[in-house]
């Protein structure tokens, strides 16, 4: 009988880029910079690695691989590690925020392009590494645009260092030119025809339509499986519910339907699902983010059904706000997209638009999104001049200049812009400067303990908070409403909820029995530790200031206070140095409830209107003491000041 590794071995052989695999390393043998692109699932991210160590590269270091998503990179790394017949984490492992899963032994590294990031923070020339791989590069997220960068600077001081920039879509060209003419190698591929079929009036509800689509499918389409592309975590919740109800009504026929989600968000454990094969007879129908596009492929699809959107990252620059925001995909994605059907056989997708609601092309992520972030890590990192910094494609002057406001404001710069002492202890902690300065803020309230388990129950990715299905929508509702007590805010309930389980000795029965997502709770739980080693290594103790909610709600304006809101006549919001109406979010507890009249918010959400995630109340005379430099009393005075010029 044959080992899996045996297996994996010809499973490898089978993959388009097997037949080019010499030619490939000979060609990285004898460029220091090269561009691979090539279908999605010819076998790039998993197979160029393993070639490489075949090589003999990893006898010199670590071949790093960087993904754009968390979920790519550890659904990757695990396929390797069962392709060479290794423990994950051995010699294959993967590095993403708050998770590290890799050892001594680990050769081949799968990293979020934001872990890279970090590390050329602690290791500059990443002298533990012969090969960087820039995996995904056509999603150009900002951490890859600050990559290019920087890995393009360091191949100078590094000729033995190798670099690929590897992408699916035919932007070649462009990282070729940024790279000074590097050589491009193109994997040729193999395409099966896909039948595009479109929807002449595209309805509003299109979720709905998605769903539909799926059954009409099923019932008059031979089998194969079918992949939908949603928007994030809460379409495919939405569209997962509605599909069994729609199974329940047709009886019998709901054993032929397994259906798969896969999000950024989903347990490890429910990840491994989506690749597992139908079992004879039935359908597997995949509800998938923008994740199965490119970064992950999924054997066996035949179907797919394209609403035709995606979630982005949309910044103003001019009021520093930043919202996730859903938009019609680009002509590049929706081809992507509808490829995703031809892989292994002639395939079909539905389209449920119209061929002129797609974008030309897609922005670069990094000309709309707050830069505060990688502003921050540019400094450290000894970039002084940001402006000038060698960007593919340059991001609007204004970003630039609103994230270095910010950053003087939180106390991440000083005056003339250079990093100061505590700006270098906010770059320890890998989240945004806000919540990072929040985190390093609370020493002088002494409240760490408090605010490291708010940080972490906002880093978690999803909600604690369980929703059941409707009829005990209100049982659920009640059961949270045990931790606005005193109806002080969001941050405050979640710090409540996390106590309340740690003196319930972290009891799954007591999450289940308080409507609490006991995994979401156990993940908090874990980046709580690494934010409490953190803390402690830049030498601040853990002090607790249970008693004093005034001293936590300072500890969280010291970092958020660009979000403070005010209370208007009409029942909305108003931020307090800029113009824009903002709305309480409906799931924060204190929604419904009489209205406080000044507030700090966490983030806002783009729906139908700005909406305030996690809020909690606040005094206005704290900013003012906060961030002088930032409100004056004029800011907060209960009246309009008459025009007096002085
Ligand atoms: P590319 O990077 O060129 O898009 P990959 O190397 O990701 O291609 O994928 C090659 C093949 O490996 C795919 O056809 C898929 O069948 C398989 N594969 C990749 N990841 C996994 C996984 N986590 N589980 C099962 N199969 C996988
Ligand atoms: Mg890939």
Request: hydrophobic fraction near 35%; charged fraction near 25%.
């Amino acid at each position: 009988s044959r080992t899996v590794a045996e297996r994996g071995k010809e499973d490898r052989k089978m993959l388009p880029i097997y037949a080019y695999r010499d030619e490939l390393l000979k060609l990285v043998e004898e460029n220091q910079v090269l561009v691979i692109v090539g279908e999605t699932g010819s076998g790039k991210t998993t197979q160029i690695p393993q070639y490489l160590q075949e090589a003999g590269y990893t006898k010199r270091g670590k071949i790093g691989c960087t993904q754009p998503r968390r979920v790519a990179a550890m659904s990757v790394a695990s396929r390797v590690a069962q392709e060479l017949g290794v423990k994950l984490g051995h010699e294959v492992g993967y590095s993403i925020r708050f998770e590290d899963c890799t050892s001594e032994k680990t050769v081949i590294k799968y990293m979020t392009d934001g872990m890279l990031l970090r590390e050329l923070l602690i290791e500059p020339k990443l002298d533990s590494y012969s090969v960087i791989i820039v995996d995904e590069a056509h999603e150009r997220t900002v951490s890859t645009d600050i990559l290019f960068g920087l890995v393009k600077d360091l191949a100078k001081f590094r000729p033995d260092l190798r670099l690929i920039i590897s992408s699916a879509t035919l932007e070649a060209k462009k990282f070729s030119e940024y790279f000074d003419s590097a050589r491009i190698y193109m994997i040729p591929g193999r395409r099966y025809p896909v039948e595009k079929l479109f929807q002449k009036c595209p309805e509003p509800d299109r979720l709905e339509t998605a769903v539909r689509t799926v059954f009409q499918i099923h019932q008059t389409e031979p089998l194969g499986d079918v992949l939908v592309f949603l928007t994030g975590q809460e379409e495919i919740e939405t569209a997962e519910t509605k599909l069994k109800e729609r199974m329940n009504d047709l009886g019998s026929k709901s054993s032929e339907i397994i259906i798969c989600p896969i999000y950024s968000n989903l347990p490890t454990e429910l990840q491994a699902k989506v690749f597992d094969p139908a079992p004879k007879g039935s359908r597997k129908v995949v509800l998938a983010t923008n994740i199965a596009e490119t970064s992950l492929t999924i054997d066996g699809i035949r179907y797919v059904v394209d609403p035709g959107y995606c979630k982005i990252n949309s910044y103003n620059p001019k009021t520093g706000m930043e919202s996730l925001l859903e938009t019609p995909i680009s002509k590049a994605s929706a081809e992507q997209r509808a490829g995703r059907s031809g892989r292994t056989g002639p395939g079909k997708c539905f389209r449920l638009y119209n061929v002129k609601d797609l974008e030309a092309t897609t922005i670069p992520e990094v000309q709309r999104a707050n830069l505060a972030s990688v502003v921050l890590t540019l400094k450290s990192l000894g970039i002084d001049d940001v402006f000038n910094f060698d960007f593919m494609d340059h991001p609007p002057e204004s970003s630039l200049l609103k994230a270095l406001e910010l950053l003087y404001a939180l106390g991440a710069l000083d005056g003339k812009g250079e990093i100061t002492k505590l700006g270098e202890r906010m770059v320890e902690f890998p989240v945004d400067p806000m919540l990072s300065k929040m985190i390093v803020g609370s020493e002088k309230y002494k409240c760490s303990a408090e605010i490291v388990t708010i940080a972490a129950m906002l880093s978690t990715g999803s909600s604690v908070f369980y929703r059941p299905s409707r009829n005990q929508q209100y049982l659920a509702d009640n059961a949270r409403m045990n931790f606005y007590t005193d109806k002080a805010g969001d941050h405050i309930a979640l710090l409540r909820v996390y106590n309340s389980w740690k003196e319930m000795n972290y009891s799954s029965q007591w999450c289940y029995e308080n409507y609490i997502q006991s995994k979401s709770m156990r993940r908090a739980r874990d980046i709580r530790e690494q934010l409490a080693g953190l803390l402690k290594k830049i030498g601040v103790e853990l002090t607790s200031n249970a008693d004093d909610l005034d001293a936590v709600k300072k500890a969280i304006l010291a970092g958020f206070f660009p979000h403070a809101a005010k209370l208007q006549k009409d029942g909305s919001y108003r931020r307090v140095r800029e113009p824009q109406m903002v709305y309480v979010h409906p799931s924060s507890g204190l929604f419904g409830e009489s209205p406080k009249k000044w507030l700090v918010y966490h983030e806002l959400v783009l729906t139908t209107k700005e909406y305030m995630r996690h809020i909690t109340e606040m005094k206005p005379e704290w900013l003012v003491e906060i961030a002088p430099h930032y409100y004056k009393l004029k800011d907060i005075e209960e009246t309009q000041p008459k025009k007096t010029q002085s």
